[in-house]
C-alpha cells in the first residue's frame, strides 16, 4: 500500500509541474502578445513626412519603415518593462502601405522544467503582432 501511496504522490507531483509551467508559458505569451499589439500601434502612427511634404501621399499616408523600427523599439522596451519581461527584442518590423508587422521574441524562464528535464528552463516565444494607421482617404 506504501508503494501505491508514493507512486500516486509522484504522479500528482508531476502533474502539479506541468501545469504550473504550462501556465507560466501561456502568460508570458500573452504578456509578449500585448507588448508586440503595442509595438505594432507605435509604429503604425510613424509617418513618412519627407513623403508628406514631397507629396506622395496616395490615399493613405505613407509610414517611414526607419521610424517605425524606432517607435516598435521603444515601445517593446517600455511594455517589456511594465510586463516585468526580460530578454525581450524586436525581430522584424516590416511596413507594407499602411500596414506595420512586428515580430518580437522573449526568453521565459520555466519555473519547474529544470527538475525533470535536468536540462535548460529557458523556452524562446515569438509572437507577431500587425496594426494598420488609421489615416487615410
Known sequence: ???LTLGFVVVVMMLVMVVVDASKLFLSRQALASVADG?????AQ?????A???GRTGTTLP????G???AATASVRQGAAIAGLSDVSV???TVT???VTVTIAGRVRLPLAGLVTGGSNDVTITVTASAESAVGG
Request: charged share 10%.
Open 68 to 70: 517605425a523600427l524606432a
Open 63 to 66: 509610414l517611414s519603415p526607419a
Open 91 to 93: 525581430i522584424d518590423v
Open 97 to 99: 502601405g499602411p500596414q
Open 46 to 50: 510613424e509617418v513618412d513626412t519627407a
Open 52 to 54: 508628406v511634404y514631397l
Open 1 to 3: 500500500m506504501l508503494v
Open 39 to 43: 509595438a505594432a500601434s507605435a509604429a
